[in-house]
């Protein structure tokens, strides 16, 4: 299985540091280390998730912190980059705005 890794920023400043392993056909499993403000403060995150091809929702079940995240993916406008938008959270430390 193959093994992603990337940088994202979030639209409230955080930087995340994301390792991603695909699991079978659109799964994968995840982790996370975010970091933010002054400190800095910064949280980790570990789970799995599916990706819906034809919905470009993505479903993140976090085992910790424990919680589920609906995302939506879109295309960046290069071939490098996308943009995620929180659609549902049952998490607080991720919010929707």
């Known amino acids: ?3 992603s890794r990337w940088s994202s ?3 409230s400043r955080a930087y995340g540091f994301i390792k991603q392993q695909a699991t079978g056909v659109n799964t994968f499993g995840f ?3 975010w970091i933010h403000g002054k400190g800095p403060k910064w949280i980790a995150t570990v789970g799995k998730g599916t990706y819906g091809t034809t919905t470009g ?3 993140y079940e976090y085992s910790k912190p424990r919680g589920i995240v609906v995302v939506r ?3 960046g406008r290069d ?3 996308t ?3 929180i659609l549902a959270t049952t998490l ?3 919010g929707v705005r």
């Open 9 to 11: 920023l979030s639209s």
């Open 92 to 94: 607080a430390l991720i």
């Open 79 to 81: 071939e490098q980059s």
């Open 31 to 33: 982790e996370e280390t």
């Open 57 to 59: 929702l993505n479903i």
């Open 73 to 75: 993916t879109e295309g």
């Open 1 to 3: 299985m193959s093994t």
């Open 83 to 85: 943009k995620n938008t």
